[in-house]
């Protein structure tokens, strides 16, 4: 969602980073936006979001929604009206090729940010 974009602009209190600190160690560690490849990353996956006038979170679920080594999509809520949202990505078409060559590039520019 690209809601742990910065470090100058905390998560909402609701966001599990936050919600459950101190029980989430690797994921704290892993997607921390103090790392400059993870912010990087995240800034050119919501510049790719926004030239395709979508959401960081519509993305994703579409590129993995239509990826061909990908069997099943989970989607996570944290809180009921997210679900709806989510529902209605995973009901959408395909992303347009142009998007996904724009996915492809960042992914060669930056192939594991979060190790």
Request: hydrophobic fraction near 35%.
């Amino acid at each position: 969602t690209g809601k742990y974009h910065s470090p100058s602009t905390p998560p909402p209190p609701t966001a599990r980073l936050v919600k459950y600190k101190g029980r989430y160690a690797e994921a704290e560690s892993r997607y921390c936006p103090s790392s400059p490849n993870v912010t990087k990353a995240i800034e050119e996956y919501m510049q790719i979001a926004a030239d395709a006038d979508m959401s960081l979170t519509e993305l994703a679920i579409r590129f993995v929604k239509q990826h061909p080594c990908v069997a099943s999509v989970v989607i996570g809520a944290s809180e009921p009206g997210q679900l709806g949202e989510l529902l209605n990505y995973m009901a959408r078409g395909p992303l347009p090729s142009e998007t996904l060559a724009s996915i492809q590039a960042a992914h060669v520019k930056y192939p594991n940010p979060a190790p």
